[in-house]
């Protein structure tokens, strides 16, 4: 049965321009963004009074309509999620990873307690690791982001954190505290229970085609894309093989007798184009990613067999016809699973123990991957230390305070604080 | 089984911002949409080199992705669609009708002969209408544009018309045969059959958040939104109805019990809610225009039965509790066919003949609606009847010529074209 506000949760859509004088309204959130801001000054042959801001995140635009709509304490909580594109201006720009425009959700909640708003904060960041890791397979370590890396305007950022093939590390999603920064600003503010007025107390969070990217870096080879099973468009892609036209019809007969006995969910399609040889096609759907290629020529047909052949690890296996509603669910199964434990064993090869400075920068610039050192806390330390080794710190894991104490690598000040570092996009 | 060019069709996403050298290539469309554009010629603090729009369409930035796509006729037709914003900037907007951003699906289709972008152009417009009547419950005038009206760079311009209960034309949809016009200046060739090299034939459609608009006029009455069924969000809101704690707990369980019983596939939800009057909820769902209201209280309870109260006519049934989980569906479609069948009768009841201009006018500014007269297809008579009278040619209907022979209502000229005036958003 339905909740007792129905109004303020689910999806909702907010305008893509948004004045100057909204986005400067939150100090920090202006200076964060305005570097990278897309302005439209002139609308058919007018000249704009004012400057608009393509939207590089909707704190403000999404924060002026709660002003308006929140007024009671009944009001709370706002849970909104919209699905937008978004614009950030890149110097040097990199395929999904790091594009002027991109496609993302980015949810904005309010309520009424600062506890409750630090429960979705987290909740939200837990939802994404779930979806990373289970979904895309990519294993993800959860932590704050130092007060240098966090979010433009928040209070606290936390990220989900993912390790590339090539070694540098991605922020795969964020979820931000953002205090009462913003309802300060643009007057969001409630009749609370005991009847006095009071600001309500943010978050917001995102992930965007990012994650896209991540999949293709993550878990790809030089043949192109490999795709986690549970989100591959097709799962399975079917190539017969004949060579004669006798043949043709045989193994066109066993194709769509195949594909009348698996299971509905699954995501299979037979690729009977005649123009495209099977080599050809076995190349194509490998590029593509597809996790497993069916094969189904003459012999097999004769065995009542067919081929699997996996995407990940090339490997191939004969299944008789009847075991094969049981067998490729399973395999798909496997192969999700694999994929997983593949990125992590390559995580853990890749993280790496820096007790030095000069060992940080040495493993940084020779092998790349994380680095786990101790750090003091302190901003010009972080700082340094990126601007001479190239990395930053990616987070501040949640178990950074149960590895011990030692001495930060570069001011040597005792620390009971041990971060991760990595070259990041 | 899949056909024989699995990349070229599906949902994909262009970016937003289009260089003007891009946007002008085609004459007619930059003429068309510049005086309409948003320009982003600032990004940080940086002017740009060349002015970029925020697209009012796709048309070039796609057409431009095409040319290097395309090469053979293999690779044809190309059928892709893209959900996505775009602006374009007006005077005078209306809320869903006419803003400056809007939401849209926007096709974009390349082919190998003009008789298949024809066709493709027309089985759109044929999908538009039938979504528009089926789903939305909105009767549609199937025609095409005039000259004047076509959309900037196309061949022709085919619409579905509706008449808004205020009495004026909303273009509901449009579907155009581009032609060769923009495949010529982007370069969009390929290699036909024959070795020869040959431009591509397009097409481009597209229906908008507009829509929504048309929901709300063509249905909507004083207390607010009427959803048809199909699309409604929510189909049927049960509101319990008790006094006492007792009776409360009664009904909730009542409530449980009949939601447990119905069809999974309506979408059906109950407000529970305390702290609001079962009067507050009947009017706050009015307003949100469910189409079926469920009541239940203590007596419904003991009659084992409910009642159901519509939405669009507001009559009530007394329904046994063993004969909802039939009836509540049948409901549902009654109303649905209803709807229809009223915006129907009301279209009716509001196409009028005109015979002269001054009948035109005074029809126009007395009652507006739609106003079937013949006209000589010279864009001067059509342009001097806009500006004495404000009513555009809606659409030359495709049966404007089995409706007889007779004189053009300005100039006189005899002419076979009887075509849908009214005033439009």
């Given at each position: 049965m339905r909740g007792s506000r129905p109004l303020a949760t689910g999806t909702r859509y907010f305008p893509l321009l948004v004045p100057e004088s909204l986005l400067a309204k939150e100090a920090a959130h202006v200076e964060g963004f305005a570097p990278q801001v897309a302005w439209v000054t002139q609308a058919g042959k007018d000249q704009l009074e004012e400057r608009l801001a393509i939207r590089p995140t909707s704190e403000a635009i999404i924060g002026t309509m709660y002003a308006k709509w929140i007024?009671?304490?009944?009001?709370?909580p706002v849970l909104i999620n919209q699905w937008a594109n978004v614009m950030r201006w890149e110097m040097v720009t990199r395929l999904f990873l790091r594009t002027t425009e991109f496609l993302w959700q980015e949810g904005h909640t309010a309520h009424r307690t600062e506890e409750e708003a630090q429960e979705e904060t987290l909740r939200m960041l837990e939802v994404y690791r779930d979806f990373i890791e289970t979904e895309l397979a990519i294993p993800i370590i959860k932590g704050q982001k130092t007060e240098r890396e966090k979010?433009?305007?928040?209070e606290k950022t936390y990220s989900v954190e993912a390790l590339m093939r090539d070694g540098r590390g991605l922020q795969a999603g964020t979820s931000h505290n953002l205090g009462q920064h913003f309802s300060e600003v643009f007057g969001i503010d409630f009749q609370d229970i005991d009847g006095k007025r009071r600001y309500v107390w943010q978050t917001s969070w995102g992930v965007s085609t990012r994650l896209i990217g991540a999949v293709i870096m993550v878990h790809g080879d030089d043949a192109g894309l490999i795709l986690p099973p549970n989100v591959a468009p097709i799962q399975t892609i079917i190539v017969p093989i004949w060579k004669s036209e006798a043949e043709q019809e045989v193994v066109q007969q066993a194709v769509g007798e195949v594909q009348d006995t698996l299971p509905k969910h699954l995501r299979i399609e037979a690729d009977m184009r005649a123009e495209y040889t099977p080599g050809w096609k076995f190349n194509e759907w490998e590029l593509r990613g597809v996790p497993v290629r069916m094969e189904i020529g003459p012999k097999d047909v004769q065995k009542k067999q067919v081929v699997l052949a996996r995407r990940d690890n090339r490997k191939k296996e004969f299944i008789p016809a009847e075991e094969l509603s049981a067998r490729l669910p399973a395999l798909l199964q496997e192969i999700q699973r694999d994929l997983f434990q593949r990125a992590l064993a390559f995580r853990e090869e890749n993280t790496r123990q820096a007790s030095s400075f000069e060992e940080l920068g040495s493993i940084i610039s020779e092998k790349r991957g994380y680095v786990e050192a101790f750090w003091c806390g302190d901003a010009k330390c972080e700082e340094e230390i990126q601007a001479k080794t190239g990395a930053t710190i990616r987070c501040i894991p949640f178990?950074?305070?149960?590895?011990g104490r030692s001495h930060?690598?570069?001011?040597?000040t005792e620390s009971g604080l041990k971060v991760v570092f990595a070259k990041a996009y």
């Open positions: 007024q009671s304490w009944r009001d709370l979010f433009a305007g928040a178990d950074a305070r149960e590895k930060c690598i570069l001011c040597g």
